[in-house]
């Protein structure tokens, strides 16, 4: 079993599974089409189940577990066998292989036919003892017990629908409590990418100018698209996914505000790039300062507008070079390449995600004024910060981007502290006969 991925004919992405010899299987699509995709769920969110599904099966086809068999025949796991099948959810796929491969060598049983004799013989000589680099992260021990549990749970239903099912609650029963930590991708922003300090603010904003004496590229067209990009992601800290999304219809007027509409599609129609950018955040529209709307505006009207067939490309930033006799969205490595040449003339790496990260600085700086000031709270200021960035009220995602601002604060403390400490050292006048 294996899950594959396409695009449809209508432009949504979608994922199947399928056996040995390329057919769909029944269960699982079926689950997955009402449970995921009928739900609305994201393209990538039906992948990921798709593959914590294919997980499933062989864990259940290596513990000699006919799953759908079973169900049919109302022969319903135990909770014995589900807490055995949760045990594999916090290893490694690899990890989990040779697990199951160890267990049923002991138990003459060789049920796993994707395995040849070489692997099984080094399998048998593989240490149990299960070390931190055969887990995985607890959020995906998480998820997968959460699909697991949905799946059975649906399965037993489909064919038993007034049955006594508690199989959902087991696997539930057996997932990580959710403050154990830092999900991977939080620790990934948090790790990862560095925000831009004052100094590289003042540098990023004089040199990504259209009139910039050292600007990488030659055509205008080109400097004022790359200058409206480099603003909208500065200005208003949206993620590379977010902004590739944008359309020309996305630019609105309201009161005399504009505003651009960040919107959840994941089955756009229009969408054709072979590595869709996703919108992972709510939906939501932010407010542009005339100053910024009118770079946008230069931007459409002065240079887009000018592009042969530009007419049939609904996206707001778009390729100045065609490409199978068509103007194309632009992609995100196409973007990524736009800050790699930023990076040549700044004297320091460069990122579109860092952007995000530098607004939240920024963000923070501002309500600490405002805070001080007591023009707003501390927790209406973090409520605020998740409506602009598109987080649920709450979030965590608030904490690890507000963090490099706050260990900053903390370390400007501690040197303020250690300054009074010396100014009162070298104020005091010692008695040499002072016994302490």
């Keep these: 079993m294996r899950s594959k991925s396409f695009i449809s004919n209508s432009g949504e992405r979608l994922s199947i599974l399928v056996d040995t010899k390329g057919f769909p299987l029944l269960y699982p699509n079926l689950f997955i089409t009402s449970m995921y995709r009928n739900d609305d769920q994201a393209a990538t969110s039906c992948k990921k189940a798709a593959e914590h599904l294919v997980y499933f099966y062989t864990v259940c086809e290596g513990l ?3 799953i759908e068999r079973r169900c049919e025949t109302e022969t319903f796991l135990s909770q014995e066998e589900i807490q055995n099948i949760s045990g594999y959810t916090g290893l490694t796929q690899k990890s989990a292989l040779q697990k199951l ?5 002991e138990n003459n049983v060789s049920s796993i036919k994707s395995v040849n004799s070489k692997r099984l013989e080094t399998a048998r000589h593989t240490i149990r003892i299960e070390n ?5 992260v607890w959020q995906t021990k998480y998820n997968r017990l959460t699909v697991f549990g949905r799946y059975l749970d649906w399965l037993q239903r489909y064919h038993f629908p007034y049955s006594d099912n508690k199989a959902k609650q087991y696997f539930f029963d057996e ?4 403050n154990e930590g830092l999900t991977f991708s939080e620790l990934h922003e948090l790790l990862t990418f560095k925000s831009l300090n004052k100094l590289h603010r003042n540098i990023y904003l004089d040199r990504i100018r259209p009139e910039y004496p050292e600007n990488p590229w030659n055509d205008e067209g080109v400097k004022c698209r790359n200058y409206a990009i480099a603003m909208l992601l500065y200005s208003c800290g949206l993620r590379l996914g977010e902004l590739l999304n944008v359309k020309l219809e996305d630019l609105i007027s309201k009161d005399g505000t504009p505003y651009v509409l960040i919107k959840r599609n994941p089955s756009d129609i229009d969408e054709t790039r072979a590595k869709q950018p996703s919108v992972k955040t709510n939906s939501r529209a932010l407010a542009l300062t005339p100053k910024l709307y009118k770079i946008i505006q230069e931007y459409i ?5 000018l592009l042969d067939g530009v007419a049939h490309c609904p996206y707001l930033f778009v390729s100045h070079r065609k490409r199978n006799n068509k103007i194309n969205p632009l992609s995100i490595s196409a973007v990524e390449k736009i800050f790699r040449e930023f990076s040549s003339i700044m004297a320091f790496h460069l990122h579109p995600h860092c952007l995000r990260h530098t607004w939240n600085d920024r963000y923070s700086e501002s309500a600490d004024k405002r805070i001080a000031k007591g023009e707003t709270t501390e927790e209406k200021s973090e409520m605020d910060r998740c409506l602009l960035m598109g987080w649920a009220e709450g979030s965590t995602m608030s904490k690890v ?7 900053q604060r903390a370390m400007e403390y501690s040197l303020k502290l250690q300054d009074e400490d010396f100014d009162l050292k070298e104020s005091l006048i010692y008695d040499d006969d002072v016994l302490l």
Excluded: C, L, Q
Excluded at 175 to 178: I, L, V
Excluded at 301 to 305: Q, S
Excluded at 401 to 407: D, E, L, V
């Design 64 to 66: 000699s577990i006919d």
């Design 101 to 105: 491969i160890i267990n049923n060598k």
């Design 132 to 136: 931190e680099a055969n887990k995985v």
């Design 175 to 178: 997932r990580p409590a959710k």
């Design 301 to 305: 009207y002065e240079h887009r507008a």
């Design 401 to 407: 981007y507000s963090s490099r601002h706050n260990t």
